[in-house]
């Protein structure tokens, strides 16, 4: 199973909005509403922050949304503040019943 | 609070096995999996497997298969991540996290250092 492939790296300034792609196949993200979204800061655990391509666990900002487009989906982040500095990853369930990550993008925030 | 808490930091030798322990509490156990991923230094997630606490069923990512075994133990609210035949490019932090499809909470990161 590849991964999914995600930029390596975005940036923005604050109060601005950012999207990060993630793109699959017909096997993963575009073949189940499975898409999560998780956010890493440096020596963390990551964490949880969309679910099932647009829903938000409780206690996550309404600043952070998600959507699906055929094999890509999204992750926008707007009102983009300091401390949303973080690598994120994408993750989405498979037609072999696994799980698969994307390769991370690194959000800089200017 | 849901909590999972891992067990301490290894260092193996190549060729060697490791058990991993991942202790829930918070929650009722046996209603969600336990996933296992990890993390080499500087690198990105990589799904290593779940198990579903409710009845033992596993499914591992096919580049570990046959190299790690994934177990529960109910009575005490614990998951158990092995991994055999170490490699050097095994040395990773190792985390478990509740639920399958999508992981809602994470055990703090367990770092595995394989070196001779």
């Known amino acids: 199973q590849s991964a999914l492939t995600q930029p390596a790296s975005v940036s923005g300034s604050p109060g601005q909005s950012i999207t990060i792609s993630c793109t699959g196949t017909?096997?993963?993200?575009?073949?189940?509403?499975?898409v999560s979204w998780y956010q890493q800061h440096p020596g963390k655990a990551p964490k949880l922050m969309i679910y099932?391509?647009?829903n938000r666990p409780s206690g996550v900002s309404n600043r952070f949304s998600g959507s699906k487009s055929g094999n890509t989906a999204s992750l926008t982040i707007s009102g983009l503040q300091a401390e949303d500095e973080a690598d994120y990853y994408c993750?989405?369930?498979?037609?072999?019943?696994?799980?698969?990550f994307g390769g991370g993008t690194k959000l800089t925030v200017l | 609070q849901v909590q999972l808490v891992q067990s301490g930091a290894e260092v193996k030798k190549p060729g060697a096995s490791v058990k991993v322990s991942c202790k829930a509490s918070?929650?009722?156990?046996?209603?969600?999996?336990i996933s296992w991923v990890r993390q080499a230094p500087g690198q990105g997630l990589e799904w290593m497997g779940w198990?579903?606490?409710?009845?033992?069923?596993?499914n591992y990512a096919q580049k570990l298969q046959g190299r790690v075994t994934v177990t529960t133990d109910t009575s005490t609210s614990t998951a158990y991540m092995e991994l055999r035949s170490l490699r050097s490019d095994d040395t990773a932090v190792y985390y478990c996290?509740?639920?399958?499809?999508?992981?809602?909470?994470w055990g703090q990161g367990t770092l595995v250092t394989v070196s001779s």
């Open positions: 993750s989405s369930y498979t037609s072999s019943s696994t799980v698969v």
């Open positions: 198990i579903s606490a409710y009845n033992g069923n596993t």
């Open positions: 017909s096997s993963d993200v575009g073949g189940y509403n499975y």
């Open positions: 099932d391509v647009t």
């Open positions: 918070g929650y009722t156990f046996t209603s969600y999996g």
């Open positions: 996290a509740r639920g399958t499809i999508r992981a809602d909470h």
